[in-house]
């Protein structure tokens, strides 16, 4: 039988499911390499990491401090640092270096992070000409706020605040392949909107797009593919179903349905690439088993 990309695909994987409960603040990251890094949340500094080769998870230095709603991690492949955000209420931010397997604590967050906080690295690893020094920061959670940290300055600079309120279940993309100068961003909060944010103009607008009828809350996810300038979104915790939103048609398409509901206000998705391959990972986020690791085969 011979499956056909987009009719009988895609399919969902079983992976080894996390040795720990998964909730709020559970946060993934890829190293472009063998292994996916996470915060388990749920008010603890677990840290850990999945390879996605051996599908197995190792215990790592803790995090130095609890993370929970609003943690977020991000991969510098210039630097080979992860850089975290707590969550939790809290101010913290720092990096790990899985070189010497530490953490190193940076400038304390201008606003607490919570409820739909999150981080985006403008990487020049990513995108030549890219400005690899800076670090954009909404911390959400009723505020519209935005921040741009300096990695070589360990300070924040505040930026033109988002025209309306981040919610639960924001989150920020830079769509470095489709046009670098842009930062889409999901509003969260129960809303359909997701705006853009100017880099070079320092400003935003709302984009239009089709069916706008998909409301944006706590659980929501994303991720951006750039081989296929698609952003893969997960809606708001309950839902079964990844969507996806083409940058070239700015249509949502569904693209897959999980076995079991995704929950809690997680940063569960991360695209894989591995031996030729390419997967989208989701972390389920819940705390009750299975604490599931999925992958869906990308064909196309």
């Not at 081989?227 to 708001?236: F, Q, S, V």
Request: aromatic share 18%; net charge positive; charged share 15%.
């Amino acid at each position: 039988m011979v499956l056909r990309p987009g009719i009988d695909l895609p399919i969902v994987q079983w992976c080894e499911p996390t040795p720990d409960t998964q909730y709020h603040g559970t946060a993934i990251a890829w190293d472009r390499g063998n292994y996916i890094y996470w915060l388990r949340g749920y008010n603890s500094n677990l840290f850990r990491r999945y390879s996605v080769i051996g599908d197995t998870h190792q215990y790592l230095a803790s995090a130095p401090w609890n993370a929970q709603q609003g943690a977020q991690l991000i991969y510098d492949p210039s630097r080979g640092y992860i850089f975290a955000i707590q969550g939790n209420g809290g101010t913290g931010f720092a990096y790990y270096n899985p070189n010497n397997g530490g953490w190193t604590s940076l400038a304390s967050l201008p606003t607490a992070s919570s409820y739909g906080s999150w981080i985006c690295h403008t990487c020049s690893s990513l995108k030549s000409g890219a400005n690899d020094d800076y670090i954009y920061y909404a911390p959400a959670n009723g505020s519209s706020a935005f921040y741009r940290y300096s990695i070589s300055g360990n300070s924040f600079t505040t930026l033109t605040s988002a025209p309306a309120t981040l919610g639960a279940g924001s989150i920020g993309i830079w769509v470095y392949n489709y046009d670098s100068d842009k930062i889409y961003v999901i509003r969260g909060g129960g809303t359909t909107t997701i705006y853009v944010y100017s880099i070079s103009g320092n400003s935003w607008t709302t984009l239009t797009y089709t069916p706008a009828s998909f409301s944006f809350s706590t659980g929501a996810s994303a991720v951006y593919d750039p081989d296929t300038n698609r952003i893969y979104i997960c809606l708001g915790e309950g839902y079964k179903y990844i969507y996806y939103l083409d940058l070239a048609t700015n249509k949502m398409e569904a693209h897959s349905r999980l076995p079991l509901p995704y929950y809690r206000e997680a940063r569960r998705l991360e695209i894989v690439k591995v031996d030729g391959r390419k997967f989208l990972y989701v972390f389920r986020g819940y705390e009750y088993a299975p604490y599931a690791v999925w992958r869906i085969p990308l064909y196309w």
